[in-house]
């Protein structure tokens, strides 16, 4: 086999998904992005944009750099609306591929006028998710599109996913490589234990367990982090040549946002929106309608429809709840954590935990069987 064959053989094997899990993917993410991720804070945020003066205007490397000032706030709105449109149809899956891409383009266009006062957040993730899911055919279940009977063509495509997996492990190695570049690997400074200061004392974030981390005074601990932080940064380039060993990375990435958030109270929740991707979410489907199916007493088809229709409302009630009290700013004040960000890097972590004793107990069984 040829070399060019071997690669596909590699693309095609490496995730492979069905129609029912795309769809449940598709329901999850656009409700994330819609209670959580929708870039800005809303029309005051957009309105103060639109006045800044142009000696303000320094947008990012890309498209914004073809501007030479914030556009008029008819525009931030214009863009808003295009982009809760969107969303809305590719959670319905309505024209799923040209709603996602559009949702995705929107949130691009967002991103880049906000980050045009000179202060840029990774958050590049929430629009390629929906931009690159487009084409892996993830409105044909649980959508409008599958009623309608369009596409035609709608096979589940994996390869999306392998795309996004090669684009987080290459944001990871980035970030890890000059970590080796800037000394991190000198056993006579500590860089994670300088950075806790400085989010401290300088950026006063001192919310969770950041005082306690902050008088942790030891060498070897704060050491050995920084070894890690760039083994798991830079290995992550790795991983990407198998799911299960990519998978794996991803539970070490959700312990590793549960530390910063604790320590340093950062959250990197956009990056959750990608990483909900690589769960499986073939079996979530079946569990979801086994569930329904016990506490319905109905079968058929329309269950397979009605189950999933229950699980996209109670996520709502759920999102709807965390949303309004992350809104009433009633805990971490001396940070600018959000609530709903701790709920659900928290409830990431209880996921990977849970995860990682259904594994262990699996592999016990097998052994006791084989005995």
């Known amino acids: 086999m040829s070399n060019r064959g071997l690669l596909n053989q590699w693309i095609e094997n490496w995730c492979r998904v069905s129609a029912e899990g795309l769809g449940l993917m598709r329901i999850f993410s656009s409700l994330f992005i819609l209670f959580f991720l929708i870039p800005g804070e809303g029309a005051l945020h957009f309105a103060w944009l639109s006045t800044m003066p142009a000696d303000f205007f320094s947008p990012p490397p890309g498209p914004m750099m073809i501007l030479d000032q914030f556009p008029p706030f008819a525009v931030f709105q214009a863009i808003h609306t295009i982009l809760m449109v969107s969303l809305i149809a590719m959670l319905a899956g309505y024209r799923t591929k040209w709603a996602s891409i559009l949702t995705g383009v929107s949130i691009l266009l967002l991103q880049g006028l906000i980050f045009s006062v000179g202060k840029v957040n990774h958050e590049i993730l929430i629009a390629v998710v929906p931009a690159a899911m487009a084409f892996s055919n993830w409105g044909g279940r649980f959508s409008i599109d599958s009623i309608r009977k369009e596409p035609k063509n709608s096979e589940p495509e994996s390869w999306p996913l392998l795309f996004i997996a090669i684009l987080i492990a290459f944001m990871m190695f980035t970030a890890g490589f000059p970590k080796i570049l800037g000394g991190w690997l000198d056993p006579s400074t500590q860089a994670t234990y300088g950075h806790l200061l400085n989010q401290f004392f300088v950026k006063e974030r001192q919310d969770l367990l950041a005082a306690?981390?902050?008088?942790?005074?030891?060498?070897?601990?704060?050491?050995?982090?920084?070894?890690?932080?760039?083994?798991?940064?830079?290995?992550?380039?790795?991983s990407v040549f198998k799911l299960k060993?990519?998978?794996?990375?991803?539970?070490?990435?959700?312990?590793?946002?549960?530390?910063?958030?604790m320590s340093l109270n950062i959250a990197f929740l956009p990056n959750f929106l990608a990483y909900a991707l690589f769960l499986n979410w073939d079996r979530i489907y079946t569990f979801n309608h086994q569930l329904y199916k016990r506490a319905t007493g109905k079968l058929g088809?329309?269950?397979?429809?009605?189950?999933?229709?229950?699980?996209?409302?109670?996520?709502?009630?759920?999102?709807?709840?965390?949303?309004?009290?992350?809104?009433m700013n009633l805990a971490l004040t001396r940070s600018d954590l959000l609530l709903h960000e701790v709920v659900f890097i928290s409830g990431a972590v209880l996921v990977v935990v849970v995860m990682a004793l259904m594994t262990i107990r699996k592999k016990t069984v097998s052994q006791h069987q084989n005995r």
């Open 212 to 238: 306690f981390f902050v008088q942790f005074d030891n060498v070897i601990f704060w050491e050995f982090l920084d070894w890690a932080t760039i083994l798991f940064e830079v290995g992550f380039l790795v």
């Open 245 to 261: 060993w990519f998978r794996i990375f991803l539970c070490f990435a959700v312990l590793f946002h549960f530390s910063t958030m």
């Open 301 to 327: 088809e329309r269950s397979k429809h009605r189950s999933v229709l229950a699980a996209a409302l109670i996520l709502v009630v759920l999102f709807a709840i965390v949303r309004w009290m992350s809104s």
